[in-house]
């Protein structure tokens, strides 16, 4: 065997101080969720061999010989958690706090998340890092977003994203114009590491189409803010984007005229209080979206400002009516038989919270929006995995696939809140154990 892979020093503790990275590891006696949405699969065991699931066996089987045999009598497996709608924001605190911060992410079972949009020159490090299943972090995919020259014009954010580039000619933050070259703006985009292109503000129809057919061309995944302006979501669902981001938005399909650039879009100009979800026109969108098989990313914690007093917005005063629309919009889709990925969109911060958003999240889509907990974990993993491209690979228990896994106790068939009770989790086939996040080092 190789020598023992110590990963102390990167601030995570190893089951019981043991693992190897050609370790064969026997996960006995589990309650399997595989992530599919079936029903839990009792007395299974799992053969962890080079970082993959190698067996599933179910219970009876002959168990295979393994370097390390663990017994998880009562506790459940389910897939790591993949965070749809997630912003590391690197460069705006220090690198060790960006560590923290990530760290933090995993350990709270998130294995792997989609940046929607950042600093592509530190993401696309830290994705290259994030690849190796030694980094305590989760796996990253990250876009490139597209915008009008008016969103890169008004808004303060993208400063920091240039690197000294003029605003939006960056690789990953591009304005386009009417002239712009979209083949060689998505070239470049996909050499800066992106997954995928994010259609973000301030762009018209025939450009979100033009976009859309390029990347797809080219191998990048389409994601689009549901309403782009001056847009509406049916124009991104005709035009084949593969994602649709914040439920909230989608309610610009029933807005007879839509402002020129988002700058100029206000709650004031929707009728939450009326809007119906029955709407002929929202219902129009909702069956575009089911036969075009476009999924949501529903982002539904960002609404609930009660929830999440931080995020409250200037429009407090019709919040609720905000929130009763976007999760009525959400349960249709879902009844629909729409793909829900659920993403979070908002930083979090292991100093206001005792774990990732992503589990409140999953919590919301069950006890507002409809969904059964088996749903809502599958909006949390495989879904998110379809999203990204990347089903193969991770998402679901399956052999063959990634060992990227967490062991939790408690049925979340019968509490969603189970999911946060977390006995460790396993990314490419290492062990971490949550109880670093008690005795992660602060911020000076």
């Not at 590891?25 to 299974?44: A, F, N, Q």
């Not at 696309?124 to 969103?151: M, Q, Y």
């Not at 593969?242 to 988002?262: C, F, K, M, R, Y």
Request: glycine share 8%.
């Amino acid at each position: 065997m190789k020598p023992l892979l110590r990963l102390f020093a990167l601030g995570c503790v190893l089951l019981s101080g043991n693992a190897w990275a050609d370790q064969r590891i026997l996960l006995t006696h589990v309650t399997l969720i595989d992530g599919t949405g079936s029903d839990p699969y009792p007395g299974t065991s799992l053969l962890i061999e080079d970082g993959k699931i190698a067996k599933i066996l179910p219970y009876g089987s002959e168990q295979p010989k393994a370097d390390k045999i663990i017994n998880l009598q009562g506790r459940y497996v389910m897939p790591g958690l993949v965070d749809s709608h997630y912003h590391l924001i690197p460069g705006v605190r220090t690198a060790e706090e960006d560590a923290r911060y990530r760290r933090f992410a995993l350990l709270g079972g998130v294995t792997a998340v989609r940046d929607m949009g950042g600093d592509g020159a530190a993401l696309k490090d830290l994705a290259a890092r994030a690849e190796s299943a030694s980094d305590p972090s989760p796996r990253i995919f990250f876009s490139a977003f597209f915008a009008g020259p008016t969103w890169f014009a008004n808004d303060e954010r993208v400063k920091i994203l240039m690197h000294g580039r003029p605003k939006g000619e960056a690789p990953w933050a591009r304005q386009i114009k009417p002239d712009t070259n979209i083949a060689a703006a998505v070239a470049e985009a996909k050499s800066a590491g992106a997954t995928g292109v994010k259609i973000y503000a301030d762009l018209t129809p025939p450009q979100i189409a033009g976009i859309a057919k390029e990347a797809k061309r080219q191998g990048l995944k389409v994601w689009s803010h549901a309403t782009v302006f001056p847009a509406k979501p049916s124009d991104a669902v005709n035009a084949g984007v593969e994602t649709l981001s914040h439920g909230n938005l989608a309610v610009w399909e029933a807005v007879d005229q839509l402002p020129a650039i988002s700058d100029q879009a206000t709650n004031s100009m929707v009728g939450w209080e009326a809007q119906s979800i029955d709407d002929p026109r929202i219902v129009k969108l909702l069956e575009a979206m089911k036969s075009r098989g476009t999924m949501l990313d529903d982002t539904l914690i960002h609404t609930k400002t009660k929830l999440k007093p931080a995020i409250a917005k200037t429009n407090a005063a019709r919040a609720d009516a905000i929130e009763r629309w976007v999760i009525a919009f959400v349960r249709r889709a879902n009844e629909m038989g729409i793909v829900i990925a659920a993403g979070t969109d908002f930083p979090e911060s292991p100093d206001d919270h005792p774990y990732p958003n992503i589990h409140d999240e999953m919590a919301i889509l069950v006890s507002n929006a409809g969904l059964k907990p088996l749903e809502a974990i599958r909006a949390a993993t495989l879904n998110g995995a379809k999203v990204l491209g990347q089903e193969a690979s991770f998402g679901t228990v399956a052999e063959g696939k990634r060992a990227d896994i967490m062991v939790i106790k408690g049925d979340p068939r019968r509490d969603m809140a189970n999911t946060r009770n977390i006995e460790w989790v396993m990314k490419g086939g290492i062990i971490y154990m949550p109880d670093e996040r008690a005795s992660a080092p602060k911020p000076n």
